[in-house]
């Protein structure tokens, strides 16, 4: 009988996979961790992907680990299935970009989960839109339900100047029955104002009323401005009116035409200028008419005066 042989069975490892996750983003890469053994070998289905305890997965597939002891024994890991997420889609849209001093342009993310704005490197928000005050240069990070991020191309945003809007006139008043032409200053399009009436849409405007006038001036960027108040007011016409004693006079004689009150004056016979004192005496006969200008500069002509001359009486 032979003497005694004794005989052992080693232990086979345990082999386990451990990850943080089971998937990662696209472009990005998950660690796959295999439980304690003196050698691995890791498998993607049936290809051998790597011989280290960990393995750092960049593709999607059903990952096994084989773990072989100290002893030589082996055993392989239930498979573990990585997957890939998809990355958002980032992008910026805006109906301009940019927008007139003092005002905004709201800027709005492609969909996801959650949003980060940036101008430069500062964050400056965090919803799905952001309006933007300020000129900069604008990114959003977008990220969806599985954590995945992207960050869209730069939108540079500038501010358009606002125009300049000024009223000009050769003068603030006219007399009645008269006008006065108001001009803007340069722009792309005109709204004049008198009060709060839209009047007129051209680059110049004839007020035949009193009023408060304003223009608002567009420029080509549709920036907008608007003047400040010209008051235009109306200058009254005189009363013009000749008194007279006497509508005749004797041969060789004279009679005083008198005018109503104004500033200055002037005397028509017919269409002849006659006279430019407050009075006229007039020597011949005629149809007479006198023009009088206030303190404003108003004119106003009379109703015609016929003068006429009564022959001498012979005793």
């Given amino acids: 009988t032979s003497v005694i042989k004794n005989i ?38 049936a290809t051998l992907v790597g011989t280290a305890s960990t393995y750092t997965a960049t593709a999607a597939g059903s990952y096994t680990v084989e773990v072989r002891n100290a002893a030589g024994c082996k055993a392989t890991s239930s498979a573990k299935v990585i997957t890939i997420n998809a990355l958002p889609t980032a992008t910026i849209t805006s109906p301009s970009n940019s927008f007139c001093a003092g005002g905004s342009v709201v800027l709005t993310a492609s969909s996801g989960a959650f949003y980060k704005w940036f101008d430069g490197t500062t964050i400056v928000g965090t919803n799905a839109t952001y309006t933007a005050n300020a000129v900069g240069s604008y990114t959003v990070e977008v990220t969806n339900a599985a954590g995945c991020k992207t960050t869209s191309a730069i939108k540079t945003i500038t501010i358009d100047a606002a125009p300049t809007a000024t009223i000009t006139s050769p003068a603030t008043s006219f007399c009645t029955g008269g006008s006065v032409v108001l001009t803007a200053s340069t722009g792309a399009s005109y709204k004049w104002f008198n009060g709060p009436t839209q009047v007129g849409t051209n680059a110049t405007y004839t007020a035949t009323t009193a009023g408060s006038y304003t223009v608002q001036v567009t420029n080509s960027a549709r920036c907008l401005a608007t003047s400040v108040i010209k008051n235009i007011t109306v200058d009254a016409a005189p009363t013009a009116t000749i008194t007279s004693p006497s509508n005749s006079f004797c041969s060789g004689g004279s009679v005083v035409l008198t005018a109503s009150s104004g500033a200055s004056y002037k005397w028509f016979n017919g269409t002849t200028l006659v006279g430019t004192s407050a009075s006229y005496a007039a020597t011949t006969a005629g149809s007479y008419t006198i023009q009088v200008t206030n303190s404003a500069g108003c004119s106003a002509t009379s109703l015609a005066k016929v003068i006429s001359i009564t022959s001498s009486i012979t005793w």
């Fill in 8 to 45: 052992t069975v080693d232990a086979a490892p345990t082999a386990t996979i451990t990850s943080p996750a089971n998937s990662f983003c696209s472009g990005g890469s998950v660690v796959l961790t295999a439980s304690s053994g003196a050698s691995y070998k890791w498998f993607n289905g």
